[in-house]
């Protein structure tokens, strides 16, 4: 195989199943140093993690991401009032190895995990807290309206009150307690 035909490992990397969150980024990006300040100190085993850190190329990354996301490639929001809105990967925690991925719908601001589970080992550090949100700053134009609609919770066609919740709980903690301290004969006297 000529060298114009081997697969760079960045390519290889990316084309693994479960890596499908990541993006192609120039190798020359990858062994900038300035790009890569301050991870000798975070990452144990340093020099042998580089090979697999992959980072955003700051316009190419997140034009690249941006397909993605419009593709749908990380999924789609599972909330009914979303619309199966594209969402982003997140990340819990900036520090690796304190959170796997996650995934950001921009319209109802919320978190979920993803559906595969193949992408349950998938560090979310790798994405950072502030991913889907630089996306947004950088493309504000791709930024989704919030949901028009809210669910409201009825019974028999009226809105259940808020407080309904909370005197419920209530009912249920008094109810339990009683029924622990009670012996049962099964019929027998």
């Not at 300040?37 to 697999?52: F, I, K, S």
């Not at 919030?146 to 009226?158: C, E, W």
Request: charged share 20%; glycine share 8%; proline share 7%.
């Amino acid at each position: 195989m000529s060298s114009s035909e081997e697969v760079s490992w960045i390519s290889w990397f990316c084309g693994l199943r479960g890596n499908e969150f990541f993006c192609e980024v120039d190798e020359d990006y990858i062994n900038d140093k300035f790009n890569l300040t301050g991870l000798n100190e975070q990452v144990p085993h340093y020099r042998q993690a580089l090979d697999m850190i992959l980072d955003l190329e700051p316009g190419k990354g997140i034009g690249q991401m941006l397909e993605k996301f419009q593709a749908g490639d990380f999924g789609h929001c599972p909330r009914v009032y979303c619309e199966c809105q594209a969402m982003l990967p997140l990340g819990l925690s900036d520090v690796p190895g304190e959170a796997m991925v996650k995934l950001y719908c921009p319209r109802c601001m919320d978190v979920y995990t993803p559906k595969s589970s193949r992408h349950h080992h998938t560090d979310g550090a790798y994405f950072g807290t502030g991913f889907p949100h630089m996306v947004f700053m950088v493309h504000p134009e791709y930024r989704p309206k919030r949901p028009a609609s809210q669910f409201v919770p009825r019974l028999y066609g009226f809105k259940i009150h808020p407080l309904a919740y909370q005197i419920q709980q209530q009912a249920a903690a008094n109810f339990k307690a009683p029924l622990r301290n009670l012996s049962y004969n099964n019929g027998k006297r």
